[in-house]
């Protein structure tokens, strides 16, 4: 089963998008994990204002009640707090913003830019996505005193510092310590606005984000760029393989590429042959089809024309001269019929068979033999032509014995009766070169490249009409070059 199914319902195009966008989308998700920085940042200050106010707690119940006041003035202005002391019994005795001017005021959101509304609900994005804990806003009470802020009696119960995170009207973070302070049941309550944690938070959220958008545009860029060279090329050869399957273009133009030297390159290179290919087999065949036609009506003529006589004569003589055409045409059908069926499966079989090593020289040895000794009544003789070279190649030896028993089958029909069929196999380099020859006039130029076609034939004036197909020749050279090899007539 096909793992990635599911990928072969989106183009290439949409798949080049989307890996490059999950990828920067990964990257995007950094932008959540800011809550953790977010987190630390927040525990670090946590434990600042613990400090912070255990140790202002300190000081004050070493201090005098003279000094108890200008203390936390300087205390609240030098550090950005609002420092407030309650006594035992929750009321309100100091206020450093009463005492002195407010270290710090907080923002009024009514009053600040578009963009810090925008921040605002990414912040509360974010909290919604990983599932923050909802924060407490904070506010002011209308009257002040130990009762409104639950951090003080959980100081008092404890004897120790308790923080409280809450929310200022701009989404800041506003973080309250509560310590007690001496033996007279007194309580420190400071107030921080850590506006510069949400601002580090916002400004590497925004530094990220561009990053993030800028990637994004250029990853989706040359996403396309890349498509486009990928998916451009493609559907064109689609385009060509369409038009040959339906047959509407006698020539099919395949873009070959060639200023491309990568694998689509070399697709459209081997697509663009592999079509001239077929193109090539597909007039083969239709101009074999016209051959085998144009061949397989001249004896049928002729027997026709026997049969048709033989009705209407009655000399004995005549008929029995009818019946011998009327024999030898169905002969020279059957002939045909046998050699057509062998050229037209032919390529199909070689296409198929599996090449071994073949000794070529022992292979022409033992069927000069063979021809030899059937043809020791007669005058011609097939001998081999001084010692053959040592040579094996890769093939079918079958149809390697169907190339020289062709040859010499030829040569033979053009050789004179006292004639001498020589085979003959030599090297060449890396080429193993097979000669036939034979003591006959030979082809003349004119004809010499033609007899390797299909039913063409040049015949001896001795030789009887009809007794050759004319295919053996181009069945050899099929053979031949099937093995990466050429024929060719030197004489």
């Known amino acids: 089963m096909d793992r990635l199914y599911w990928s072969r319902r989106f183009s290439l195009t949409t798949r080049i998008l989307a890996l490059n966008i999950i990828a920067l989308a990964l990257m995007a998700g950094s932008l959540f994990y800011l809550d953790s920085l977010r987190k630390q940042l927040i525990a670090e200050r946590f434990k600042l204002a613990r400090s912070e106010v255990e140790i202002m707690s300190d000081a004050l119940s070493e201090a005098r009640e003279a000094q108890r006041r200008p203390l936390l003035a300087r205390i609240a202005r030098e550090q950005k707090l609002r420092l407030r002391l309650y006594d035992a019994h929750g009321r309100l005795v100091a206020d450093s913003f009463a005492i002195s001017e407010p270290a710090f005021a907080f923002v009024d959101p009514a009053r600040e830019p578009w963009y810090q509304h925008a921040a605002r609900g990414l912040d509360r994005t974010v909290d919604w996505l990983v599932t923050a804990p909802r924060i407490e806003d904070y506010r002011e009470p209308a009257r002040d005193d130990a009762t409104h802020w639950p951090e003080i009696a959980a100081a008092r119960m404890a004897a120790a510092s308790v923080v409280r995170l809450r929310y200022a009207p701009d989404r800041t973070p506003v973080i309250n310590a509560a310590a007690p302070v001496g033996i007279r049941g007194e309580t420190l309550l400071s107030t921080r606005n850590a506006r510069d ?53 006698r020539e099919v133009v395949v873009p070959r590429l060639p200023e491309r030297g990568d694998e689509i390159g070399l697709l459209a290179r081997a697509f663009s042959d592999t079509v001239s290919a077929l193109r090539q087999r597909i007039d083969a065949g239709e101009s074999f089809a016209a051959d085998v036609s144009h061949e397989l009506k001249n004896p049928l003529a002729s027997l026709r024309s026997a049969l048709e006589s033989l009705a209407k004569v009655d000399d004995p003589d005549l008929r029995e001269k009818l019946h011998a055409i009327a024999a030898h045409d169905v002969q020279r059908i059957d002939r045909l019929i046998s050699e057509i ?27 000069v033999a063979e021809r030899d000794g059937r043809l020791a009544s007669g005058g011609t003789r097939v001998t081999m032509s001084g010692a053959a070279a040592p040579a094996s190649i890769r093939g079918d030896s079958a149809r390697l014995e169907r ?15 006292d004639g001498v069929v020589q085979v003959g196999i030599a090297r060449l380099g890396g080429k193993v070169i097979l000669t036939v020859a034979d003591d006959g006039p030979g082809v003349p130029p004119g004809e010499r490249e033609a007899v390797f076609e299909r039913f063409h034939s040049v015949r001896p004036p001795s030789e009887a009409f009809g007794g050759h197909s004319g295919l053996g020749l181009a069945i050899a050279r099929t053979i031949v070059e099937a093995h ?6 030197r004489r």
């Open 197 to 249: 944690v949400t601002q580090a938070i916002r400004d590497a959220r925004q530094t990220l984000a561009i990053v993030v958008a800028v990637a994004l545009l250029l990853s989706v860029q040359l996403s396309l760029f890349l498509a486009r060279t990928i998916v451009k090329p493609l559907r064109a050869l689609v385009r060509a393989a369409v038009r040959a399957r339906l047959g509407r273009d």
């Open 403 to 417: 190339v020289i028993d062709n040859l010499i089958d030829n040569a033979l029909s053009f050789s004179p009766p």
């Open 341 to 367: 069926a062998d050229a037209s499966r032919i390529d199909a079989e070689l296409s198929r068979a599996r090449f071994e090593p073949v000794d070529l020289p022992a292979l022409a040895q033992r069927l």
């Open 484 to 489: 990466e090899g050429d024929a060719a007539n």
